[in-house]
């Protein structure tokens, strides 16, 4: 449910944001409606990274749309090339005045708390993470919870009882994405085998794709990847995979946001779904907070399955099927009830499997 | 896992991750051995896997399945020429031929994002939808074992590499335009008395490492990456610059230099399959490829000479 | 006319410097024609520019009467016309035939012919009597045998005029005569032949005539048969030389160099100095004569600690100094006019000021607290370019500007100046003309009058024999006879050189 | 020499301008105003005191790193390692500072010198075997980057935090972050490295140019034989000049470590501040005042550059772009020369 409306909005906020340099020009003057500002600073993945820095700005610009502000100076962004490009960027924009201001990705975590300190009259937010302090807001994502779905989906999914999971580098942040994923398929069958492997790095798609390769080679037929840009390495070699054999079934579940389209080959598509994070209602959720005066500061959001923060996506029609989309909504429901407690890490998954 | 299921999921990963190394260091080859040092093969593979993608996504309609093919001869043109940059520093300018090549690389990366941006609207294209694919090869695949190993699941680039590699080491070795060109780069003033004209081989050879680079480059987009950003290259230049000298300036050392890393790496993130290799933490199976090209050549390989003139501007008339 | 080639009021221009005006050099078939100038009278840049590697400003060339311009090297080979040059121009990792088919490959089916080309390499050795190994790689053959290369490379391109470029600057006396012979097969095959040499016995040898400039210009040309040395030298210096070399009788005294035994391997670790025992004694020259490749090269590097020595002990004043390093062997005393100049002597890239201290910047006064006193050093530079007659236009001035013969002055007076008891001048005189030789002489017998030991290494016998109290002559790695000068000949030394023992010898000779 | 010296110093402007000029063109060629362009880099980079402060910032490493270059070229030698140099020493410093527990008057010290032996062993060993075993220092240098990068990324994450992305902070008494230039510049990460760094300058200045030490560096990379010949150790030379350039490197580790960050984190890729050294070096003609002039430039069109997009609409990678057409045309200084002497002739 989650998933189909959202491909088509994504479409739409790339093509608007593809046009970025005119509208800036071109669209004069809109009536201001408020004088409230708010802004974003990308980690080095970049506003159209695909991933939750682009859904992000989505957010922001329907904000933006919302409240019929201009870019530039109701809304805006700072792209970072380098890590060290986090603390002046979200300077620039405090200093350009700007009353919200986004961190994006856990990666900003330390120049947000700088920053914040520093500019105590600002209000700011990191996704992804948790900072301390009065005037930010920390919105999570519960990505073991959507991960969780993700093993369920595939578990119901694999004729080898093999599945794969792939993670960029071995960190807290993506341990959560593998014991989610973990958890749900061993609920689903105790027996299924998961394979684990970290690639090292978030943009090494040519080491995506020997894991995936190997993975493949080894009977397993689906693989979930929390890995970035190495991921595409894995797109690649099950779309090679398919390509040589139509008849083999052979899966990827994407992740942060539909990967469908990097699925697609010729009339077919591996990716069985995706484990999408709506960063886009959050930042937009949150700017309305802070507009309306009821900032969350020092508080901590999590978005999870219940407010559809994290979900799969069901693009995939042909194989995505129902007896996979209905076992996944009842597990679903099942966390919103508290029925199930995901297991976050390796400990709490070990213990969770313990109690299976 | 069986010693050959083993060698089976490794050996083709090794040649799909060898390939784009093997034209990249040909070309790297041909530059130096003419005496240019090419520091650019970083800069010549962006620009080969930026023009392969965007041509790739201009014209999938109008070559079908052929595309990638198509793709990569634009990009091995493209990249030709984006390598008269280095070729008219290096030999007309008498530019300092490592600036000029560390220039190639920045530019090359700022062109490609900068283009990007403009014709896409976003940091990076979209994901191709003609790629190479894999495939058994007719016949041999069927040959027991050496089949399943060598010919079975196999990108075609990587045979091209190969055979690239092998007619680079006829051309230079056999020909008269081999003889000319290595001659340029040890003694470009003996050349120069014989007659033959050091700036139009020079140029020839930076051209040719513009075009192979480019081959690299977009091979490598259009079986990995499958799309352009400025993450897509990253060092696989710095490591055919590196299978260069590892290969002694000479093709089928270089194409050998670049199977080991495309081996070691292979094993490296396959391991996990492998029992005597399970239990070793990652970091040193990462490291893994570099350490071992250190110790080879500290070890056994040893003292590699360059050609003579590499990196020496020819200026007629000096001795 | 029946001059195959004519250069007619050729001037040409460097930056600051006219190397070559209106001079005008006319080459008669089959003749042998030398020109002769002193160092940087543009006699190369002259030939450049007939080979195409230079354009003139002004003038004209001829060849078979007929008005041409040659604009590069391909235009030169196709008028027939070769160069063998100055310094080689020989692909050292290429073999023999590889070279010499350079730009003019036999091919089949656009693959070098390789066989065909070594067939056709060795018949046109064997034709001229050239003794090159076809199939040899460059790096493993000697400089005689890499100038016949260079012979046959012209010979190669049916070059009907060739042009010798101080050819017998790196040769030993046996390939000396052997070139000799060669040029004169060569002219007897109808072949014209231009060379340039410093030598003025040679160009009696064997010139029909001879052109002279200096300092640019075109001075005179002579028919040799009419001439003599010494209207040669004068001509071409402008002033009247000497030739012998004035020296009073040495006054030897205590040894000061002691070599026993020695055992040395060259880079490729094959033994090339095979005990060797030598003595150089205060307040004389030895003289070390010997082919080259038998072992001299070694034994300096193995004196001067640049080579590691296997066996043997090399005794300076009484102290054992063998295998020290190299900066303790200076250090000890030793000064060392290099073979190679370009190679060891300088530092190219540096000031003549700064190559004037290159064993001494870390001593006072050149440096403090191993911090530099450049006021110090281009003071000393100042003051050793002035005594040394170093022309430069400063001592700030790049090394690599000088010319040959005014780097090898500044590299003998760096090594004299620091009074070393034991100075070894190896080819101390090789390619520099007549006035900068007198020079050097002069000063290597100053030094041994101040009662230095002065060790000689030279392939010129001529040298050797003039400079030398002592002989030793050096032959596969060993000092097989010593002997006095004024008791001895080239005819004896030159068989002694090629082996034959002392006995032997002194009866033939 | 005069002429030769003025060449120096035109040659690298002249480049410069041309950078910026092509830059200029480019941006008119896809639509933007140049001008705007331009006062945007500008503003960034100078704009007010806080940009003047980020870019002082970005400009202290820069200043290493092309020291790092600039110096192991002196002798002959191409640094392609510093991006792994500054790695090490970053790690080394934040090691130190997050373990150890001193008094800021020796901790802080300790840091940065620790910072510069790593980095000064990471050049110890390519320095060594092209000494010792005649391998080429490009290989190996490039080989280490990643070693530097895999095993730093493994350190922080399993020696240095819990299974974290990032180390924990620095101590106080092991932090370069200046509390006065904060507030003087609204709280840019401006930190006392950049005394360091123009005194790393001038330190190279001292050596190069003044002691023993550099002549023999120096003559070691125009000529060995002759070096060899001089008595000079050829060897040992070569292992210094890595060593030293490596030293440089790892301070520029240190004054990411203890100054800009005061922590480090798993990198995901190079930070191209090893490679931007390659750059800054050769714009600056591998002089020690050379490279300082060049960091600046550098570290102004690169925090500059942040504020083209937000500003006006420019691509950052522009920056690149001129960056690259600098380097080039410096490298193509023949060019520049014969012109200028072509300029000067039609004058007369
Ligand atoms: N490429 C050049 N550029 C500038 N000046 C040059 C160049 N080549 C030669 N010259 C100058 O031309 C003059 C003649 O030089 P050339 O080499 O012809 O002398 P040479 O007679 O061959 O001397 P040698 O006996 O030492 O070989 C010298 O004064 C030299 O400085
Ligand atoms: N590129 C150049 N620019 C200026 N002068 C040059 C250049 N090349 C050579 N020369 C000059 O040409 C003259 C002759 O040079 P060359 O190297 O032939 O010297 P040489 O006396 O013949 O030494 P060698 O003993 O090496 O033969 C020198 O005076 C030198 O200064
Ligand atoms: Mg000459
Ligand atoms: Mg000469």
Not at chain 2, 19 to 29: D, E, R, S
Request: charged share 20%; glycine share 10%; proline share 3%.
């Amino acid at each position: 449910a989650c998933g189909g409306g959202d491909d088509s909005e994504g479409e739409n906020a790339d093509s608007e944001s593809g046009s970025d340099s005119e509208s800036n020009e071109t669209t004069e003057a809109s009536e201001e409606s408020t004088d409230f500002s708010s802004a974003m600073v990308t980690d080095v993945g970049g506003v159209d990274d695909k991933s939750f820095n682009q859904s992000a700005w989505e957010g922001l610009q329907a904000w933006g749309e919302e409240h019929g502000l201009e870019e530039g100076e109701g809304f805006d962004y700072a792209q970072s090339n380098d890590d060290s490009d986090y603390q002046p960027n979200l300077n620039r924009l405090v200093r350009e005045d700007f009353n919200m201001v986004f961190g994006i990705g856990y990666k900003l975590e330390d120049a947000i708390s700088e920053v914040a300190g520093q500019y105590p009259d600002t209000n700011f937010a990191i996704v992804d993470s948790v900072v301390e302090g009065d005037n930010i807001a920390s919105i999570t994502f519960a990505d073991h919870e959507g991960s969780f779905l993700a093993g369920v989906a595939a578990a119901n999914k694999t004729n080898t009882d093999k599945i794969g999971f792939v993670g960029g580098t071995d960190s807290d942040l993506i341990n959560k994405f593998e014991s989610g994923f973990v958890a749900g398929a061993k609920t689903v069958n105790p027996d299924i085998e998961v394979e684990v492997q970290y690639a090292g790095a978030f943009d090494a798609p040519d080491d995506g794709k020997l894991i995936a390769s190997n993975m493949y080679n080894n009977d397993i037929d689906i693989i979930y990847h929390a890995s970035g840009a190495t991921g595409n390495g894995v797109f690649a070699q099950a779309k090679d995979i398919k390509n040589n054999d139509a008849e083999r079934e052979i899966w990827v579940i994407g992740v942060d946001r539909d990967q469908y389209e990097e699925g697609a080959i010729g009339d077919q598509n591996v990716t069985l779904t995706s484990m999408i994070k709506r960063v886009d209602n959050s930042v937009q959720q949150v700017s309305n907070m802070a507009m309306d005066g009821e900032f969350p500061g020092g508080e901590v959001l999590e978005f999870g399955v219940e407010d559809e923060g994290v979900g799969l996506a069901d693009t995939n029609e042909e194989a995505y099927t129902d007896d996979i989309a209905q076992p996944v909504d009842e597990w679903k429901q099942k966390i919103i009830d508290g029925d199930v407690e995901v297991p976050q890490t390796h400990d709490e998954l070990d213990e969770y499997l313990n109690s299976l | 896992m069986g010693f050959v299921d083993l060698l089976q999921s490794i050996i083709p990963p090794a040649l799909f991750f060898s390939a784009p190394l093997i034209f990249t260091a040909l070309g790297g080859v041909f530059s130096e051995r003419s005496g240019v040092i090419n520091i650019g093969l970083e800069g010549l593979m962006v620009m080969g896997a930026f023009v392969g993608i965007v041509f790739n996504l201009a014209f999938a309609d109008v070559f079908g399945a052929w595309t990638p093919w198509v793709s990569i001869i634009a990009a091995a043109i493209i990249s030709a020429i984006f390598s008269l940059i280095h070729a008219v520093a290096a030999v007309s300018f008498r530019a300092d031929q490592v600036v000029s090549g560390v220039a190639i690389n920045f530019l090359a990366l700022g062109l490609g994002v900068f283009l990007t941006k403009q014709w896409y609207g976003k940091g990076q294209t979209d994901m191709v939808s003609q790629q190479f694919f894999t495939r058994d090869i007719p016949l041999l695949s069927e040959i027991p074992i050496i089949g399943e190993i060598f010919f079975q699941g196999i990108y075609l680039s990587s045979y091209l590499a190969i055979v690239l590699a092998i007619v680079a080491w006829y051309v230079l070795y056999k020909t008269p335009f081999g003889l000319r060109l290595r001659s340029v780069g040890e003694h470009p003033m003996a050349a120069d008395t014989n007659g033959i004209s050091v700036y139009k081989m020079r140029y020839i050879a930076v051209i040719l490492s513009g075009a192979l680079g480019g081959l690299g480059g977009s091979v490598f987009a259009l079986t990995i990456a499958l799309n352009f950003s400025h993450a897509t290259i990253v060092g696989q230049g710095f490591m055919s610059l590196a299978a260069v000298i590892f290969g002694k300036w000479h093709p089928l050392g270089a194409m050998g230099a670049a199977l080991f890393f495309g081996f070691a790496q292979s094993l490296s993130v396959i391991s996990g399959g492998v029992p005597v290799l399970e239990d070793v933490p990652q970091v040193f199976l990462l490291i893994a490829p570099y350490v071992l090209t250190i110790l080879a050549l500290a070890g056994f390989i040893g003292r590699a000479e360059a050609p003579r003139a590499n990196g020496e501007p020819y200026i007629k008339g000096t001795r | 006319m029946d001059y195959v080639v004519e250069m007619l009021d050729i001037r040409k221009e460097f930056p600051g410097v006219v190397a070559n005006d209106n001079i005008t050099l006319q080459l008669k078939k089959g003749e042998i024609h030398a020109l002769l100038g002193e160092n940087g009278a543009g006699k190369s840049t002259l030939m450049n520019v007939l080979f195409g590697l230079y354009q003139p400003e002004k003038g004209e060339i001829r060849v078979n009467g007929k008005p041409v311009k040659i604009t590069d090297p391909n235009i030169a080979n196709e008028l027939g016309i070769g160069m063998v040059h100055q310094h080689f121009m020989l692909v050292e990792p290429f073999t023999v035939t590889q070279n010499i088919i350079l730009g003019s490959e036999p091919t089949r089916y656009g693959k070098i012919n390789i066989r065909k080309a070594e067939r056709e390499v060795q018949e046109l050795s064997d034709r001229y009597g050239l003794r090159v190994d076809a199939t040899a790689k460059i790096s493993d053959i000697s400089v005689g045998m890499q100038q016949r290369v260079e012979i046959l490379k012209t010979l190669y391109r049916g070059a009907e005029v060739l042009i010798f470029d101080e050819p017998t600057a790196v040769l030993t006396p046996q390939e000396i005569v052997e070139l000799m012979d060669i040029m004169r097969s060569l002219t007897a095959e109808g072949k014209s032949i231009i060379l340039i040499t410093h030598k003025l016995k040679e160009i009696m040898q064997i010139a029909e005539r001879c052109t002279v400039i200096r300092k640019g210009e075109g001075i005179d040309t002579l028919d040799v048969a009419e001439t003599s040395v010494t209207e040669l030298a004068s001509l071409m210096v402008g002033r009247n030389v000497s030739f012998k070399v004035e020296k009073e009788p040495a006054v030897p005294k205590e040894t000061v160099l002691k070599i026993e035994n020695l055992n040395v391997k060259d880079k490729r670790k094959v033994e090339m100095v095979k005990g060797m025992n030598l003595e150089v004694r205060a307040g004389e020259i030895l003289g070390v004569a010997g082919v080259d490749g038998n072992g001299q090269s070694e034994l300096i590097e193995a004196i001067t600690g640049l080579q590691k020595s296997d066996a043997g002990k090399i005794l300076l004043n009484d102290k054992d100094i063998t295998n020290f390093s190299p900066r303790k062997v200076t250090e000890s005393g030793v000064g060392h006019i290099p073979q190679d100049r370009h190679k060891y002597g300088l530092v190219l890239d540096y000031s003549v000021g700064e190559n004037m201290v290159l064993q001494t910047y870390y001593k006072k006064p050149y440096s403090k607290y191993k911090t530099l006193n450049y006021n110090e050093i281009y003071k000393k530079a100042a003051e050793l370019i002035e005594e040394y007659d170093v022309r430069t236009p400063s001592v700030y001035t790049s090394a690599s500007s000088l010319s040959g013969g005014n780097q090898q002055k500044a590299i003998i007076g760096r090594e004299v100046d620091r009074s070393p008891d034991l100075l070894i001048a190896a080819q101390p005189t090789r390619g520099l003309d007549v006035g900068a030789i007198e020079f050097i002489h002069n000063k290597l017998i100053e030094e041994r009058d101040k009662g230095r030991a002065v060790l000689l290494i030279s392939f010129e016998l001529d040298e050797v024999l003039d400079l030398s109290d002592r002989i030793a002559v050096m032959f596969d790695g060993q000092n097989v006879a010593e002997v006095k000068p004024e008791e001895t000949d080239e005819n004896e030394l030159g068989l002694l050189m090629a082996g034959s023992t002392k006995e032997k010898a002194g009866d033939q000779g | 020499m005069n002429t030769n010296r003025l060449f120096n110093i035109l040659v690298p402007l002249i480049s410069a301008l041309i950078g910026l000029i092509a830059g200029a063109l480019i941006m008119l060629g896809f639509g933007y105003n140049p001008i705007k362009g331009y006062a945007a880099l500008w503003n960034g980079a100078f704009g007010d005191i806080y940009y003047f402060g980020e870019t002082v910032r970005q400009v202290t490493p820069y200043i290493f790193t092309g020291l790092a270059v600039a110096f192991a070229f002196r002798s002959g030698l191409l640094n392609i390692g510093a991006e792994g140099q500054v790695i090490v020493g970053w790690l080394a410093a934040v090691w130190i500072g997050t373990t150890v527990e001193a008094p800021m008057i020796i901790h802080l010290p300790l840091a940065i010198i620790v910072a510069g032996l790593a980095g000064a062993i990471w050049g110890f060993i390519p320095g060594l075997l092209k000494a010792t075993r005649g391998v080429h220092e490009v290989i190996v240098t490039i080989m280490l980057n990643y070693t530097a990068l895999y095993s730093a990324n493994a350190i922080v994450r399993n020696v240095l935090s819990d299974n974290e992305d990032k180390t924990p902070d620095v101590a106080g008494t092991a932090s370069l972050a200046s509390e006065w230039f904060q507030n003087m510049t609204y709280f840019s990460r401006m930190h006392y490295g950049i005394f360091i760094a123009l005194f790393a300058a001038v330190i190279m200045w001292f050596i190069i140019e003044r002691t023993t030490l550099g002549y023999e560096l120096k003559s070691v990379g125009y000529n060995e034989h002759a070096s060899k010949y001089a008595g000079m150790s050829v060897k040992r030379n070569i292992i210094l000049s890595m060593v030293i350039a490596g030293a440089f490197a790892g301070l520029a580790g240190a004054m990411e470590g203890l100054g800009t960050f005061g922590y480090m984190s798993v990198q995901s890729g190079f930070n191209n501040l090893g490679f931007d050294g390659i750059a800054v070096a050769l714009l600056g003609a591998n002089t020690a005042i050379g490279v300082v002039l060049a960091a600046i430039l550098f570290g102004s069109l690169k925090v500059g550059g942040l504020n083209m997009p937000t500003e006006a609409g420019v691509p950052t990678e522009l920056v690149d772009i001129i960056i690259a057409l600098i380097i080039f045309f410096v490298a193509s200084g023949y060019i520049i020369r014969w012109a200028i002497l072509r300029f000067k002739k039609e004058e007369k």
